[in-house]
């Protein structure tokens, strides 16, 4: 019975050897977000761009000129951080994104830079909507063609990353 159990022992310990050994690393991990977030946005779905920003994300903060553009100048998002706030986002985006006309809107992003310490991953990458989505462009607002982002990680076995803030970005027509 013993040596039953020191082989389980030693077989679930290389099985989580192995597992961590094959865990992605930052970049890939970085590069996945922004890459489910093209797939997001090419299939027009709303839910999956507001489920890549973690919990602490600050939609109105990061967006908050956008998505007043959205509502016709309305101020409707309910308190900073809040589910309210989630659910809002998510119709107006929907919104935007369902209007027909074009092609859905493409994100091209190039990651440069990757720095993971502490639970987090900073990167910096180039950010862009692919020329012509109904006009519209991303513009760092601090200048420069690069955007810094912030991600916190989730997960221990599996990790994922969520965007958790990034510099101000706009959209301009």
């Given at each position: 019975?013993?040596?039953?159990?020191?082989?389980?022992?030693v077989?679930?310990?290389?099985?989580?050897?192995?597992?961590?050994?094959l865990?992605?690393?930052?970049?890939?991990?970085?590069?996945?977000?922004?890459?489910?977030?093209?797939?997001?946005?090419?299939?027009?779905?709303?839910?999956?761009v507001?489920?890549?920003?973690?919990?602490?994300?600050?939609?109105?903060?990061?967006?908050?000129?956008?998505?007043?553009?959205?509502?016709?100048?309305?101020?409707?998002?309910?308190?900073?951080?809040?589910?309210v706030?989630?659910?809002?986002?998510?119709?107006?985006?929907?919104?935007?994104?369902?209007?027909?006309?074009?092609?859905?809107?493409?994100?091209?992003?190039?990651?440069?830079?990757?720095?993971?310490?502490?639970?987090?991953?900073?990167a910096?990458v180039?950010?862009?909507?692919?020329?012509?989505w109904?006009?519209?462009t991303?513009?760092?607002?601090?200048?420069?063609?690069?955007?810094?982002?912030?991600?916190?990680?989730?997960?221990?076995l599996?990790?994922?990353?969520?965007?958790?803030?990034?510099?101000?970005?706009?959209?301009?027509?």
């Open positions: 019975m013993r040596s039953l159990l020191l082989v389980v022992a077989l679930a310990a290389v099985a989580l050897a192995v597992v961590l050994a865990r992605p690393g930052d970049r890939a991990m970085v590069e996945t977000v922004f890459a489910e977030l093209d797939s997001a946005l090419r299939s027009r779905d709303a839910a999956g507001v489920e890549l920003a973690g919990p602490d994300y600050d939609f109105a903060g990061h967006w908050g000129e956008t998505l007043r553009g959205l509502s016709g100048g309305v101020e409707v998002l309910g308190p900073d951080r809040s589910a706030q989630r659910v809002q986002v998510r119709a107006l985006l929907q919104g935007a994104l369902a209007r027909p006309g074009g092609e859905p809107p493409r994100l091209h992003v190039e990651v440069l830079e990757v720095d993971g310490a502490e639970g987090r991953v900073r910096r180039l950010l862009r909507l692919a020329s012509g109904r006009g519209l991303l513009v760092p607002s601090r200048g420069g063609e690069t955007v810094g982002f912030e991600f916190t990680r989730h997960g221990w599996f990790p994922a990353l969520r965007v958790a803030r990034h510099d101000p970005v706009v959209v301009r027509r």
